[in-house]
């Protein structure tokens, strides 16, 4: 194979070069191995030596100590002696400890050597005990007696006569000659010697016996002298035989061993120091192979580069120099050489050409810029006449709302009706492609006209009932296809009570907030989206509320952040072109927040995300007002979730937080609204908690009771607290903790829940239509332990067979089905008259999926997975409850609008404009056979009853909608008749509605005027204003257009004048 590539060709010759390396490091690392352990062997064998040295020399000062000591015996050369012999022991010592690695031969050596030095030190010792004993004989036995004598003879000689002077004389010859005779034979103790001391000791006898002038006890003496010589000449000889003999000998054999010894030692440094050159000698070959295969490499590399980067570069270089000078270039086609630089030469060639283009149209932009400098002026004078005309527009397109948006709802409508029809595939998918663009073009239309009326300022607020849980809805709702298209997460966390009843405007905050949503989304590749909303602060009548949306997508830069709310504006122009859109949806949130009071700020950092948060108030409706409030302290959020369910299920109202510094601010606001504190604790935290020492000094002095419910996580019966006065303090262990705290705050609900048996339903049949098994095993096993009879249906068509073949009492119907789904197959059955209660169970928990169902005919809907509870309640409500249709069943008009008044009084009124004249319009369409009109109209007029609450309506429509279906006799009789049964009943209910607005909105103007009136009677005398009507005030949230809207700041900056004036100019109004 032929490589071509310059890479290849460097990694195959730098492979073996690698490699080599590789080896030689290795090869390295074992050779510097084998020279360490050769130097410490060699190391060690010169310690050895020097130990050797070190021993015989201390052996041969042993000897000549030893010496010195039989010649000149003094206590100096005893010391030396045994210092020497010290020394020589030491070394033997340490001979001995590195012995490890060495031969038998030479430890025996070693260990005969101890021995004879240990023979040497006992021999010399008693060799100086001889001496010392010959010594101590020879001065007190021999000399002591014989300088006695010599001094004896000398006192005769001075005193005797001239003939025994002589006498005398030579005995004290004789006796000198003795001295002298056994001086020297201690000196030489040879047997000339001892003869000689023999024969003067005999001559002394004589000459002492021989003379009468001498006393015989002087003669005695040389007896004692001659015993006293003899016991000398023995511990001589003695003395003499260690020396010459045992000494000599044990020398001789030191000096034999330490030889020994020192040429073992001597042998092996050789041996080392051969091992060691050597070795060093095989590294040398060794790195000198090495070296020349490196550079055999290295010389193969170089070719290589020369070849493949150097000589292709230099013909690079050529062309380029060619393409500068404009020369034709011609590219080699051999295709065996190509590399990676003849690729950079056809790109080359490529930019050469681009280049040469870029050249003539730098041409005609010339020529275009002086053309646009001739127009530039033309431009100048036609903006100054554009901007005039701007303005025009601007009034223009803010008063075309309705008539754009009439025609597109228009347009949304039929299609809506067309998609709803029976349409083949191919043109229901061409429908729903057009509604789906309908609705984007209505979206942009929406967003201009928004837009113009802001510019205008007019847009106009509204002020009606929602909760939260209908502005989370829309959002999901609107966003969850295309956050899960683009796989993000979607998140929604409230730390207020979802079912929180507010007043405001949700339509325009709905907008703010869609607008952010859709700009995360948008901007956002991957990670998610998430929807934050908290209570700041809460008043008797108002609540203010903060919204975050978080994103984790581009970010923006700082100078990008301080832009973003300008209109038309997306960051930079790549932003604009990647993703789209008008860049109107951000400034339009900016000023519809300051119009319902607020301010959107954005924090943003470029590629981790943003975050666009507002703050703005809401005023609580006269039903949440009466609610209690719980504040929910937990790190739990699963556990928060669950508190917040259960609370709300008896009516309580909840904020949660996680954050103990939090807690307490909210707890010690002005006019706190929580009566109830949930805290989730430790039993072991209970002792000197910061959060129960702060609550227990705000309420110390108040008059309400808090009630505080502490959930010990730890323990399943914590033990009991001390009690506290103006606290109800409750503690709940981590074993049904739920149903304790439901026993503690609602023990009513609590009883009736417990107390309440599940009675059978033996003898009813219940059809489950899920495509399930799982689920349909639950179902079964549910409806089971209430002795119902259950049939199975896999799919919405499958239970349309099983109805038509079996006796069905109740139908459990599964929304989301293959073939045929829940709702589907509920229209049919409703179509065909079945009055069978069909329950939906679904796992979607959307409210418009709920509507839905109950659009289809549905009469209850029940979120998987299935309470058996929830599924006892509502087989109870449709098996055993028989009660009359009525005309206006309220409550469920409610439910369906989610208790917002004021949207069902307009529904209300709605219903009465447009089917005041439903028969004259029904008439005319049977007189004209538009018996397919007539069946839509009717078909629309039951969705509305069903949803208004209109019973006996609904059931009248069915009945019609059935005939009309069937073809069967068209009598409008008893629908007409009903029809205007219900039409009555309902303005009836819109007239008692009207007086109860009226009644309230009296009541609260002559409250507002009572305020007024104390604030104005302040204000004349300059007194200051008490907080309580400040607050009052503020609740009552006037309008910019309002004569009041200025009067709190007045009163904050005690313009008492401007206050009086504001409130004559709203008396001066009112009268008008």
Not at 378 to 394: C, F, G, H, P, V
Not at 860 to 889: C, G, M, R, W, Y
């Amino acid at each position: 194979m032929i490589i071509n590539s310059i890479k290849s060709k460097i990694i195959l010759a730098l492979c073996p070069l690698i490699g080599l390396l590789l080896l030689q490091s290795y090869l390295f690392n074992y050779s510097q191995t084998t020279l360490l352990n050769l130097q410490k062997s060699q190391r060690n064998a010169l310690i050895q030596s020097e130990a050797v040295n070190h021993l015989e020399n201390d052996i041969i000062s042993l000897q000549g100590h030893a010496v010195s000591f039989i010649d000149n015996a003094n206590e100096n050369t005893i010391t030396k002696f045994n210092f020497y012999l010290n020394k020589a022991t030491l070394n033997l010592e340490q001979l001995k400890t590195n012995t490890k690695n060495q031969t038998p031969e030479y430890q025996s050596s070693l260990i005969r050597l101890g021995e004879y030095l240990n023979n040497y030190q006992e021999t010399f010792g008693q060799v100086v005990v001889n001496r010392q004993k010959r010594e101590h004989l020879y001065t007190i036995q021999f000399k002591q007696p014989i300088d006695d004598l010599q001094v004896t003879i000398s006192d005769l000689d001075e005193s005797s006569n001239d003939d025994n002077k002589i006498i005398f004389n030579d005995v004290l010859l004789t006796i000198s000659n003795l001295k002298h005779a056994i001086i020297s034979y201690l000196y030489k103790p040879n047997f000339d010697e001892a003869q000689n001391v023999k024969q003067n000791l005999n001559h002394l006898h004589k000459k002492l016996t021989s003379t009468s002038v001498i006393n015989e006890s002087l003669s005695n003496k040389t007896t004692s002298l001659k015993q006293a010589y003899n016991q000398l000449v023995l511990l001589t000889r003695s003395y003499t035989f260690s020396v010459n003999v045992v000494l000599t000998g044990i020398e001789n054999e030191l000096l034999y061993l330490t030889n020994e010894i020192k040429n073992i030692e001597k042998n092996k440094l050789t041996e080392t120091e051969e091992l060691l050159g050597n070795h060093l000698t095989k590294n040398t070959e060794q790195a000198n192979i090495f070296a020349l295969l490196i550079m055999l490499i290295i010389l193969f590399l170089s070719y290589f580069i020369f070849r493949s980067v150097i000589k292709p570069i230099t013909q690079l270089t050529l062309l380029l120099k060619d393409m500068n000078s404009e020369k034709p270039i011609t590219i080699s086609n051999n295709s065996r050489n190509q590399t990676e630089i003849a690729s950079v030469i056809k790109a080359a060639n490529a930019l050469y050409l681009k280049s040469k283009q870029t050249k003539e149209l730098l041409n005609e932009t010339r020529v275009l810029n002086s053309q646009m400098e001739a127009m530039n002026a033309d431009l100048t004078s036609a903006m100054e006449q554009t901007d005039k005309a701007n303005k025009t527009k601007i009034d223009f397109v803010a008063n075309m709302s309705h008539e754009l948006r009439t025609p597109m709802n228009g347009i949304l409508g039929m299609l809506q009706l067309l998609q709803s029809s029976e349409l083949p595939s191919r043109q229901k998918h061409y429908a729903d492609k057009a509604f789906s663009s309908a609705q984007n073009l209505l979206q942009i239309l929406n967003n201009i006209l928004d837009f113009s009326k802001l510019e205008s300022e007019k847009i106009q607020l509204e002020q009606i009932p929602f909760t939260l849980h209908t502005i989370v809805s829309n959002v999901q709702n609107l966003f969850s296809t295309n956050a899960k298209q683009k796989g993000l997460l979607l998140n929604f966390t409230l730390h207020v009570d979802a079912g929180l009843e507010l007043i405001g405007d949700p339509m325009h905050l709905s907008q703010i907030i869609n607008n952010c949503v859709g700009n995360a989304i948008k901007f956002t590749e991957h990670g998610e989206i998430s929807l934050i909303i908290e209570a700041t602060s809460q008043h008797e009548k108002t609540i203010n509320l903060r919204f975050s949306i978080k994103d984790t997508g581009i970010g923006m830069t700082q100078e990008q952040s301080k832009i973003i709310f300008q209109s038309f504006s997306q960051g930079d122009s790549s932003t604009t072109r990647k993703y789209g859109g008008t860049g109107l949806g951000l400034t339009i949130s900016k000023q519809l927040t300051k119009l319902l009071g607020g301010d959107i700020q954005v924090r943003s950092t470029i590629n981790q995300g943003s975050e666009f948060f507002f703050t703005l108030p809401f005023t609580l409706s006269e039903q949440q007002k009466l609610k209690k409030h719980a504040l929910l302290i937990s790190p739990d959020n699963e556990q928060i979730k669950k508190l917040m369910d259960l609370l709300s299920d008896i009516n309580i109202t909840t904020e949660t937080t996680q954050e103990p510094l939090r807690a307490i601010a909210k707890m010690a606001q002005p006019n706190s609204p929580f009566s109830i504190v949930i805290m989730s604790i430790k039993q072991k935290e209970l002792k000197d908690n910061f959060i129960l020492q702060q609550l227990y000094a705000q309420n110390k002095n108040t008059n309400e009771k808090l009630t505080l419910i502490l959930l010990i996580t730890d323990e399943e019966s914590p033990e009991p607290i001390a009690k506290n006065e103006s606290i109800d303090i409750t503690l709940i262990g981590n074993k049904n903790s739920e149903v304790e705290i439901l026993r503690k705050l609602s023990p009513d609900n609590f009883k009736e829940k417990q107390l309440r048996p599940h009675p059978k339903f033996s003898g009813f049949n219940a059809l489950v239509v899920d495509d399930n098994k799982i689920n349909q095993e639950i179902a079964s096993a549910l409806l089971a332990r209430l002795d119902m009879a259950v049939i199975i249906a896999n799919d919405g068509h499958d239970a349309l067979g099983k109805v038509e073949t079996n006796d069905i009492d109740i139908i459990f119907m599964d929304v989301q089905m293959p073939v045929m789904d829940g709702l589907e197959a509920t229209s049919i059955l409703r179509e065909r008259g079945y009055k069978t209660p069909i329950i939906a169970i679904t796992a979607a928990a959307d409210p418009n999926d709920k509507k839905a169902a109950f659009r289809a005919g549905m009469d209850d809907f029940l979120v998987k997975p299935i309470i058996f509870d929830a599924l006892f309640e509502s087989i109870e409500k449709h098996l055993q409850s028989n009660k009359p249709l009525n005309t206006i069943n309220l409550q469920l008009a409610k439910d369906n609008v989610e208790n917002n008044d004021e949207l069902l009084a307009k529904l209300f009124t709605q219903f009465v404009n447009d089917y005041n004249d439903f028969s004259t319009k029904a008439d005319i369409l049977i007189k004209n056979g538009e018996l397919e009109s007539l069946i839509r109209l009717v078909h629309t007029l039951k969705g509305l009853a069903g949803t208004l609450g209109l019973e006996l309506l609904q059931q009248s429509t069915q009945s019609i909608e059935k005939n009309l279906i069937d073809e069967k006799s068209i009598n409008l009789s008893s629908f007409n008749e009903q029809l205007t049964l219900t039409l009555f009943a309902v303005k009836q209910f819109l007239i008692a509605e009207g007086f109860k607005k009226e009644h309230k909105q009296l009541n609260q103007l002559e409250n507002e005027d009572s305020v007024i009136d104390n604030i104005y009677s302040l204000a004349l005398t300059a007194r200051p204003v008490p907080s309580s009507l400040i607050r009052q005030l503020e609740m009552d949230q006037y309008d910019r257009g309002h004569s009041l809207f200025k009067l709190k700041e007045a009163i904050d900056h005690f313009n008492y004048a401007l206050v009086i004036e504001l409130i004559d100019k709203y008396r001066n109004d009112n009268k008008n």
